[in-house]
């Protein structure tokens, strides 16, 4: 079987990581958090020969879901025109109320209001196969209280969401967030992982989780 790859589209005014999840040579992937200009995604990604099969959520902030539906819509215009089936939107389930608030994901209070949901609402250890790529479902609240995280074992990495940055974390001040729960979220969630495993956070550069327990001052 073909090797996992990751590619990374910083956008929007936060700088958010959007990803996106592939096999090598093949044609399916995963986007993970569509931050912004969903169509603009959508286009970068047709133009490359990809084609989206998921669209995976890790919290439901403005900054992360403000391309969701044009994405979503461009993709499923094209998969309507081809035959295929629509395609889903994964979220947590406790992440369901926020994303329908545009003052609790803070898109009202950063001028653009957006509310969405998604097609599928997850379980904490829940397994996905998509795209032929398997991941597990890892509840990390404390940013928001239904955010959570992906490890995809075979590639041997995470996609944190804004749980876990390098050499910081997400912050707590918004609606539903807990530092208290955080802390605990990733020493309980994610330092069990093994120590090689590649962090991929919502903003900034990769880390691993072995860094991360050595120089993150704030989970020391």
Request: glycine share 10%; hydrophobic share 35%.
């Amino acid at each position: 079987m073909s090797e996992i790859k990751i590619g990374r589209m910083v956008m929007g005014v936060c700088s958010t990581n959007c990803y996106f999840l592939y096999r090598d040579g093949e044609k399916e992937c995963i986007v993970v958090d569509p931050a912004d200009q969903g169509r603009s995604i959508y286009g970068a990604l047709n133009r490359n020969g990809f084609r989206v099969a998921a669209i995976l959520l890790t919290h439901g902030h403005f900054d992360h879901i403000w391309g969701l539906d044009e994405l979503k819509n461009a993709v499923n215009a094209a998969a309507e025109a081809d035959g295929l089936e629509p395609v889903k939107v994964y979220a947590m389930e406790a992440e369901k109320e926020l994303l329908r608030d545009a003052h609790k994901n803070v898109s009202e209070q950063a001028g653009r209001p957006c509310i969405t949901s998604a097609d599928v609402y997850l379980k904490d250890g829940q397994e996905l196969t998509l795209a032929g790529m398997q991941c597990k479902v890892i509840a990390t609240p404390g940013h928001t209280v239904g955010g959570c995280c992906y490890y995809f074992e075979e590639a041997g990495f995470l996609v944190a969401g804004d749980t876990l940055f390098a050499e910081s974390v997400g912050r707590t001040d918004f609606p539903t967030g807990s530092m208290s729960t955080l802390v605990r979220s990733i020493k309980d969630k994610l330092f069990v992982l093994p120590d090689d495993t590649k962090v991929y956070p919502g903003h900034g550069e990769s880390t691993t989780i072995a860094h991360e327990k050595e120089y993150n001052s704030f989970l020391g």
